[in-house]
């Protein structure tokens, strides 16, 4: 570490006695002194009530103090009328957005309640989906790396293991909340990432992110909050009448954590920089790069796949926001890029959280999406459109994402939604996958063995 934790650090002996501002007075020490000893005690305190891989209540408690006293409003000017709060602005812009939506979707409202939120309460209310979504990746990793560990390490450890799983928790969950933090500060709805953060039946709006945004755009506020109200309706929509999307999202983040391998030579290297007696050595060792998982094959496949979902998602809901609200919002174009620029460049927040997790929350290919599900929308209704969802076999693939034409053809050679048929569509993806394992393999074989290594 470069700078000496808590504004310790070694005096230098030639300026004792000298008047010198930066050193601490003996008043000014003591006082550091039991401000570190206070924020240990927490930190132990919090260690002590986490048994999962990561400290959720530390990374919360993070989170809100990064935040501060600015996280907690969620009031602003935005709205139909000056005199309007947070709430009331939300309401009437999510009630109008629904309307508007209802000629746009076959799918009925989802959101029982619309709300403002501050970033602080983003950070309470999603909190449960984070936990879902980062431990599996978290168990994965440090089952791994402790259960790697050479025989001399676990017994040199001895029942400091398990202090040192507790050290690790704490350790990623400082990192969650830190990241959580970024994030509370940029996200302008509950769903703008494309997951299902928010509690069932919540639509949600932050309205003090939002006027940070609308600053950058010469448009009306109250236009900026409808367009944004409707893209978090449609989310919801999709949400809560798709019954499997929810759990096949999140279930696509086990499977990524259920393929992480940690690479056992790197341990071994490591092993003698880890100083059981000593906390901060692991986390030193956690943030070094030598613990971070080999993306396999598997990962690559399961990465991929939450890609796609994720662009379909996002692309449907582009499609039906334009189609029921572009006609009635004057700006609704250039919002609608400037969102999509926003969602495919991503900011530090979600690379912080890429970083972490090892999961990019971006639709790459959103405009793929938009493209595939405007031309099955206009050859063959809102209808058809809509049942695609009734079943995941029956959505597009990352290969009909390259061909949206062939997609749609083949939606129409089906002549009516009855007649599209699950099985068909799953044996087609199954046999996408199994050329791709199949170029896996022979590319395996192609690949020439190391020297000294015996050919499989």
């Known amino acids: 570490m ?12 030639d300026k004792r006695g000298e008047n010198d501002p930066s050193e601490p007075s003996g008043a000014e020490a003591f006082n550091q002194l039991g401000q570190m000893l206070s924020q240990l005690g927490q930190m132990l305190s919090q260690a002590g009530t986490s048994s999962g891989p990561v400290n959720y209540d530390l990374a919360k408690q993070i989170a809100l103090q990064s935040l501060g ?25 999510a009630h109008l957005a629904e309307l508007w939506l209802d000629a746009g979707t076959q799918f009925p409202a989802g959101a029982t309640s619309a ?14 989906t984070w936990q879902r979504l980062c431990d599996p990746v978290a168990r994965q990793v440090s089952g791994a790396w402790m259960e790697a560990l050479p025989a001399e390490a676990k017994e040199a450890a001895g029942p400091l293991l398990q202090m040192m799983g507790q050290m690790g928790g704490m350790a990623f969950g400082s990192q969650l909340g830190q990241a959580l933090a970024q994030l509370a500060q940029e996200m302008l709805t509950a769903s703008e990432i494309g997951l299902p953060l928010a509690p069932a ?8 992110n939002i006027e940070k945004f609308a600053a950058g755009l010469e448009l009306p506020n109250s236009e900026i909050l409808v367009f944004l109200a409707a893209r978090e309706a449609a989310h919801q929509r999709l949400f809560t009448h ?36 000593n906390p901060a050595s692991i986390e030193e060792a956690m943030s070094s790069g030598l613990l971070e998982p080999q993306t396999t094959d598997e990962q690559k496949a399961a990465l991929r796949r939450l890609e ?41 927040a979600e690379q912080t959280f890429a ?16 493209n595939l599900w405007k031309l099955v929308g206009d050859r063959h209704g809102v209808e058809k459109r809509d049942g695609l969802w009734s079943h995941p076999d029956l959505m597009p693939t990352a290969e009909d994402l390259d061909e949206p034409i062939d997609f749609a053809d083949r939606v129409g050679e089906t002549g009516s939604l009855d007649d599209l048929d699950p099985i068909a569509e799953l044996e087609r993806t199954q046999q996408s996958e199994q050329s791709e394992r199949s170029e896996r393999e022979q590319k395996s074989k192609d690949t020439p063995p ?7």
């Open 69 to 93: 006293s600015a996280g907690n409003t969620g009031e602003s000017r935005l709205g139909f009328s000056g005199g309007d709060d947070s709430n009331a602005a939300v309401r009437d812009a």
């Open 355 to 370: 970083t972490l997790v090892g999961l990019e929350l971006r639709p790459r290919r959103m405009r793929d999406a938009s």
């Open 450 to 456: 190391e020297e000294g290594e015996t050919p499989a």
């Open 308 to 348: 796609t979902l994720l662009a379909l998602v996002e692309g449907w809901v582009d499609v039906v926001v334009a189609d029921a609200v572009g006609d009635r919002l004057p700006g609704a174009d250039a919002l609608r890029e400037t969102l999509r620029r926003r969602r495919a460049t991503g900011g530090p």
């Open 115 to 128: 709300v403002a939120w501050s970033p602080r309460t983003w950070v309470e209310k999603t909190l449960p």
């Open 2 to 13: 470069s700078n000496p934790p808590f504004g310790f650090g070694p005096s230098d002996p």
């Open 201 to 208: 039946g919540t639509s949600a709006l932050l309205p003090a």
């Open 242 to 277: 798709v019954p499997w999307l929810r759990q096949r999202l999140l279930a696509t983040v086990e499977e990524f954590a259920h393929g992480i391998s940690v690479d056992t030579s790197a341990l071994e290297s490591l092993a003698g920089r880890i100083d059981p007696a």
